[in-house]
C-alpha cells in the first residue's frame, strides 16, 4: 500500500503555532515532523538591561503560562546574586505557581484536549437522565439533575439548528475513534461549559497576591505584596480568607469534576494506554520549595532523571548537562551546525532555509523547524506531567504512588501504561489532585507564620547593585505546567550580558539533532500510532494534545532596536 503524507498545519486548541507533517502506511504512521512555525522573541532584548528588572520581560514569553517564566527569572538573579527569599515570599510563589498550574491544566482537559476524545454533536442524541445518572454514580458534585443536562443539551441544539456549532466548531464529530456513549458526551460538554465560569473565579488568587492577572507582580527577593492584618490596602485578613475560598472552590472541581471525568473518560480508551509513548527519557527539574532556602532540597514534586522508562533508579539533575543543537533548526552557530552550547554559552542566529511556499513539504529539508533541539548529555527528554509523576514515583513519592496505584487499579492497567499518549493525560489529572490538597498545607502555613508575627515578604539584601560582584551566573529552575523550564542570566558589570531560556515545549517540540534522534513530539507519533481517516487525522491531535504545546514560548529572537534580523518572503 502506498504512503500518504498528512499535514496538520496549524494544530488547534494550542497556544502558538505548529505544523505537523506525517507518512502513514498501513494505517499507521511511520515517520513524523514536528514544526514550530512561529518566530518572536525576548531574550536578545534582555541584553543590556537590570537583572531585577528581567522577570516582567520574560513573563511576556507567555500569557498562557502566566507566572511561570516571572518566577524562573527570579530565581536565576536570585542565583547569581546569592539572594534568599523569604519564607513568607516563597509560600507565595507555591500558591501562586500552584493555582496557575491547576487552572491551566483543567483548561487544558476541558477546552484543548478533551474534545479529541469527546464527540458534542453525540451529545444531540443522549437522555438527560441517563446522564445524570451516570453523574451521581461517580461524583457528588451538585450540578447531576436531569433537568440540569437538559439545559444543557438545550443550549448545543440552539448552536446546531442556527447553522453553528459555535465554539465546537471545526471538530471531526463523527470520527470512528470516538467510543464515549451520548451520554458521557453530554456530561463532559457540560463540565466544559462549567469550567470556563470556575477558572475565571479561582484564578483571582493572582490578583490578590500579585495585583492583576495575567502577568502578576513579581520582584527579586521576595513577593511585593506587603502583609499587614488591620490595614485594608495590603495582604489583610479579609484577603486571606478570599484566598482560602478560592482554594477551596478549586479543590472541589478538580476532585467532583475534572477527576471523575478524566477518570471515566479513560476507560473509554484503554488502548491508548499503549500508544504515543515515544521518547523514554524523562526530565523533572522539581517545583514548589517546601523550605525557607530556596534550593535546600526539600521540594514537593523532587528533580531528576529517568532514563529508558526504568523507575527503578532516578539519576540526578545537572544543569550544566544540558546543550541546544540546531542540526535541524533555522538557526547557525559560530561553531558549525554540529555543535551543542549550553545555554550560558547560547547563540540565537536566525537562518531561515525553509521551503519557498508554506504549502511544500517540510519533509525531507535538513532544516525544518524554528525549534532548536535541547538534549540532556546528548540525550532527548520529555518532560511535563508525567516526567514529575514519574521522578516522583521513581524517589518514592508517597502521595505519587498512593495515587498512581490508585488510578492503575481503577482503569486495571499495569505500570507500563504510564508510558502512552493516556499516560500523559492520566498524570496530568494526577498532579491537578495532588496540587489542590497541597495548595491547603501551603495555605495554613503562610497563616500560622503570619499568625505568630512574620510577616516579611521581601529581602532587601544585595538589592543594591553596588554590592554585587562585577561578574555573576544563575540559573533559575522552575518546573511549568507545560515541563522543565530553565532561566540562565550572566550579569557582568550590573546589567545582563546574556540570557537564554529552554522551555518545556522546546524540549517536547524538538527536532531531529546530528544524530538523528526525534524529539519528543515527532518519536511519539511514531510509536504504534494509528491512522484510521488521514483525511481527519484526529489520533494525531490527541498525541500532540496530550504534550499541551506552548509554541510561542518555544522561539524567542528580536533584535534590541526593534528591527527585523530576518525576511520571510511567500510568494
Known amino acids: 500500500m502506498a504512503a500518504t503524507k498528512v499535514v496538520v498545519d496549524p494544530i488547534t486548541r494550542i497556544e502558538g503555532h505548529l505544523r505537523i507533517e506525517a507518512q502513514a502506511e498501513n494505517g499507521r504512521i511511520s515517520n513524523a515532523w514536528a514544526s514550530s512555525t512561529q518566530f518572536r522573541g525576548i531574550e536578545i532584548i534582555m541584553q543590556g538591561r537590570d537583572p531585577r528588572d528581567a522577570w516582567a520581560f520574560t513573563q511576556r514569553i507567555c500569557g498562557v503560562c502566566t507566572v511561570v517564566h516571572a518566577v524562573a527569572s527570579c530565581r536565576a538573579v536570585e542565583d547569581a546574586l546569592g539572594i534568599e527569599i523569604p519564607a513568607n515570599a516563597n509560600l507565595i510563589r507555591n500558591l501562586v505557581h500552584g493555582m496557575q498550574t491547576i487552572q491551566d491544566h483543567v483548561i487544558h482537559f476541558y477546552h484543548l484536549h478533551a474534545l479529541d476524545w469527546v464527540d458534542v454533536v453525540s451529545a444531540l442524541s443522549a437522555d438527560p437522565a441517563g446522564t445524570a445518572r451516570i453523574a451521581r454514580s461517580i461524583s457528588p458534585w451538585p450540578n447531576n439533575s436531569e433537568t440540569y443536562f437538559a439545559e444543557v443539551q438545550s443550549r448545543v441544539k440552539r448552536f446546531v439548528s442556527g447553522g453553528q456549532l459555535g465554539i465546537f466548531a471545526n471538530g471531526y464529530w463523527g470520527h470512528p475513534a470516538y467510543k464515549l456513549p451520548p451520554e458521557v458526551n453530554l456530561l463532559a460538554v457540560a463540565h466544559y461549559l462549567e469550567a470556563l465560569d470556575w477558572q475565571r473565579d479561582v484564578i483571582r488568587l493572582h490578583t490578590i497576591f500579585g495585583g492583576k492577572n495575567p502577568h502578576p507582580n513579581f520582584l527579586v527577593g521576595g513577593m511585593a505584596c506587603a502583609i499587614n492584618i488591620e490595614r485594608a490596602a495590603t495582604i489583610n485578613a479579609e484577603r486571606l480568607e478570599d484566598v482560602h475560598g478560592m482554594i477551596r472552590r478549586a479543590q472541589r472541581f478538580v476532585e467532583e469534576v475534572y477527576w471523575p471525568d478524566l477518570v471515566a473518560i479513560a476507560g473509554f480508551y484503554k488502548e491508548w494506554a499503549a500508544i504515543g509513548g515515544g521518547v523514554s527519557n524523562h526530565l523533572a527539574v522539581g517545583e514548589y520549595p517546601e523550605a525557607d532556602v530556596r534550593d535546600s532540597g526539600r521540594l514537593y514534586f523532587p528533580r531528576g532523571i529517568i532514563l529508558g522508562n526504568d523507575l527503578t533508579q532516578v539519576h540526578p539533575y545537572d544543569h550544566m548537562k544540558v546543550k541546544e543543537y540546531i542540526t535541524s533548526s533555522w538557526y547557525e552557530y559560530a561553531g558549525g551546525d554540529g555543535v551543542g552550547l549550553h545555554p550560558y554559552e547560547g547563540e540565537t542566529k536566525p537562518r531561515y532555509t525553509g521551503p519557498p511556499a508554506p504549502w511544500e513539504y517540510l519533509q525531507g529539508l535538513d532544516k525544518y523547524t524554528w525549534m532548536k533541539a535541547p538534549r540532556y548529555d546528548g540525550r532527548p527528554m520529555q518532560v511535563g506531567p508525567l516526567s514529575r509523576m514519574l521522578v516522583a514515583y521513581a524517589s518514592g513519592h508517597a502521595d505519587v504512588q498512593a495515587l498512581v496505584t490508585e488510578v492503575l487499579g481503577k482503569l486495571g492497567v499495569g505500570p507500563e501504561a504510564l508510558f502512552s499518549t493516556l499516560g500523559r493525560t492520566a498524570?496530568?489529572?494526577?498532579?491537578?489532585?495532588?496540587?489542590?490538597?497541597?495548595?491547603?498545607?501551603?495555605?495554613?502555613?503562610?497563616?500560622?507564620?503570619?499568625?505568630?508575627?512574620?510577616?516579611?515578604?521581601?529581602?532587601?539584601?544585595?538589592?543594591?547593585?553596588?554590592?554585587?560582584?562585577?561578574?555573576?551566573?544563575?540559573?533559575?529552575?522552575?518546573?511549568?505546567?507545560?515541563?522543565?523550564?530553565?532561566?540562565?542570566v550572566q550579569i557582568r558589570d550590573g546589567t545582563i550580558s546574556r540570557y537564554q531560556c529552554v522551555v518545556p515545549s522546546t524540549w517536547n517540540c524538538s527536532p531531529r539533532d546530528a544524530e538523528g534522534q526525534m524529539g519528543p513530539y515527532e518519536a511519539a507519533l511514531v510509536d504504534n500510532h494509528p491512522l484510521v481517516r488521514p483525511e481527519q487525522p484526529l489520533e494525531i491531535l490527541r498525541t500532540i494534545h496530550s504534550f499541551d504545546p506552548c509554541m510561542a514560548c518555544g522561539v524567542h529572537v528580536l533584535d534590541a532596536t526593534g528591527a527585523p534580523i530576518v525576511e520571510v518572503t511567500v510568494q
Open 427 to 488: 498524570a496530568r489529572g494526577m498532579e491537578t489532585l495532588l496540587l489542590a490538597r497541597r495548595m491547603n498545607v501551603w495555605y495554613d502555613q503562610l497563616v500560622a507564620r503570619i499568625r505568630g508575627g512574620d510577616t516579611a515578604t521581601f529581602n532587601r539584601t544585595k538589592w543594591d547593585p553596588s554590592t554585587w560582584p562585577a561578574q555573576a551566573d544563575g540559573y533559575g529552575y522552575l518546573d511549568a505546567p507545560r515541563g522543565a523550564l530553565g532561566h540562565w
